[in-house]
């Protein structure tokens, strides 16, 4: 994990090997990085939510192994924007389709309404863009009181 | 940091079978919870409660889980009750819609009629 004090907003990046065992870390950083920004205690678990729903559309689909998982909270003036990103390997054309080798678990094919629905009907303003990488990636944004807890 | 441990007990109470759960659900894991329901749907169970009450956090691809198994328990023409529903999980359901969907219950007595 680290974190951007040197200028501009603070920000907060974490990131893991894109794999469902690490969805769990996630939610972890995510949940404390809320509470810590001065996000309430419901908004932090519906980031915890958001986020675990955005690391499973993000890892779905794609080779379970190549590449990284990228998480960055950014404190703005009433929230804290969070931004999940799958990044391709180092060297790659982050444009170019990723392999798609690995389905869903067995018993998950028919996977209910979820998934960015439910980051979005969590948080209104999600959206999906590409982050500073060019990775395609899910953003939404965390209401917090105005200022930061020491 | 290792994989979440999903906690999973078994007991039968008449002509109920009882899963208590405990632990976080999400991507890494629900296949396990899915696998548990349909084996005891498979081996002479077809009423099932699910005990939810340790449940610390659930994402929809448990919910994914929970429709799968239900699918298959109906076809058999069993029961699938949700007991002892955290709020975390009741929110993702109305999210979701399908609060519905699930047959739920406070406890799992009140669930198989103790």
Request: hydrophobic share 40%; with cysteine.
């Amino acid at each position: 994990m680290t974190r951007d004090i040197t200028s501009g907003p603070v920000r907060f990046t974490l990131e893991v090997k894109p794999i469902p065992d690490r969805i769990a870390t996630v939610r972890v950083f995510v949940g404390a990085v809320a509470r810590q920004m001065g996000c309430s205690e419901e908004d932090a678990e519906d980031a915890r939510l958001a986020a675990s729903e955005a690391c499973a559309v993000a890892m779905v689909g794609s080779d379970a192994q190549s590449g990284s998982l990228s998480v960055t909270a950014e404190r703005t003036d009433h929230a804290v924007r969070f931004t999940i990103a799958r990044r391709p390997p180092q060297g790659s054309d982050p444009g170019a389709p990723g392999p798609t080798t690995s389905d869903p678990p067995p018993g998950l094919a028919e996977v209910v309404p979820g998934g960015l629905d439910v980051v979005r009907a969590l948080f209104a303003d999600t959206e999906t863009v590409a982050d500073s990488s060019g990775a395609a990636a899910v953003s939404f944004g965390v209401p917090a009181t105005p200022e930061i807890r020491s | 940091m290792r994989a979440i441990e999903l906690v999973l007990e078994t007991e039968t109470r008449g002509s109920w079978a009882v899963l208590s759960i405990g632990g976080e659900v999400d991507l890494s894991n629900a296949f396990k919870l899915s696998d548990a329901l349909l084996d005891l749907a498979d081996n002479g169970h077809p009423r099932v409660v699910l005990n939810l009450a340790d449940i610390t956090f659930m994402d929809s691809t448990g919910l994914g889980a929970l429709v799968t198994s239900l699918k298959k328990i109906k076809e058999k023409q069993g029961t699938l009750v949700l007991a002892a529903v955290p709020q975390q999980v009741e929110r993702l359901l109305d999210i979701t819609g399908l609060s519905e969907v699930f047959a739920t219950s406070e406890t799992v007595d009140d669930a198989v009629g103790a």
